[in-house]
T-cell receptor
Framework: GAVVSQHPSRVICKSGTSVKIECRSL??????MFWYRQFPKQSLMLMAT?????????EQGVEKDKFLINHASLTLSTLTVTSAHPEDSSFYIC?????????????FGEGSWLTVV | GNSVTQMEGPVTLSEEAFLTINCTYT??????LFWYVQYPGEGLQLLLK?????DKGSNKGFEATYRKETTSFHLEKGSVQVSDSAVYFC??????????FGTGTRLKVLA
């Protein structure tokens, strides 16, 4: 069964509104979570890395004020797309790992489809 | 910078056909290489991995060999099943947690 769960799996929102996507680790405490997005026919691109209790580290070109990431607990990270626009429509997927070191497996959520109309 | 290139899909095969999905990479150093699979409505799942040159990763009948000389990590399966229909992602990690993914290849297996 899934060890990382995302919600909602699909969301449609109006342009200008904000939408929140949750990522939960179900069977472990995730010290680090990652958020990716994927445009049609393109690669999954890392947006940001979040560590519990600290600010997220954003990849170059990702607007931190637009994509708010909160990792307030060891089992939950949220991505809020603020003032959404149609170009934000994409597939967003999170991943989580229980600890540091390459020996720890990284688990992915099911992904969330965002459509901004 | 690091990158992963995989063949465009969709790939449509008949059941029991041989599968190859090509993947090549560009990286500094010695990355670890992965194949992930995403079944409809589910998250990405690790299919197999290889951490050094000439390693062969294998799982569920799928195989891929880390070829440093050709910077490739092609995914193969001798006889595909309808249940193998999914999207397959090739990826690398360069020593951190940051995955670099390919674009994904959709596989459709017909009965």
């Amino acid at each position: 069964g899934a060890v990382v769960s995302q919600h909602p799996s699909r969301v449609i929102c109006k342009s200008g509104t904000s939408v929140k996507i949750e990522c939960r680790s179900l069977d472990f405490q995730a010290t680090t979570m990652f958020w990716y997005r994927q445009f049609p026919k393109q690669s999954l691109m890392l947006m940001a890395t979040s560590n519990e209790g600290s600010k997220a580290t954003y990849e170059q070109g990702v607007e931190k004020d637009k994509f708010l990431i909160n990792h307030a607990s060891l089992t939950l990270s949220t991505l809020t797309v603020t003032s959404a626009h149609p170009e934000d429509s994409s597939f967003y997927i999170c991943s989580a790992t229980p600890g540091e070191g390459l020996g720890n497996t990284i688990y992915f959520g099911e992904g969330s489809w965002l459509t901004v109309v | 910078g690091n990158s992963v290139t995989q063949m465009e899909g969709p790939v449509t095969l008949s059941e029991e056909a041989f599968l190859t999905i090509n993947c090549t990479y560009t990286a500094t150093g010695y990355p670890s290489l992965f194949w992930y699979v995403q079944y409809p409505g589910e998250g990405l799942q690790l299919l197999l991995k290889a951490t050094k040159a000439d390693d062969k990763g294998s799982n569920k009948g799928f195989e891929a060999t880390y070829r440093k000389e050709t910077t490739s990590f092609h995914l193969e399966k001798g006889s595909v099943q309808v249940s193998d229909s999914a999207v397959y992602f090739c990826a690398l990690i360069d020593g951190t947690y940051k995955y670099i993914f390919g674009t994904g290849t959709r596989l459709k297996v017909l009965a």
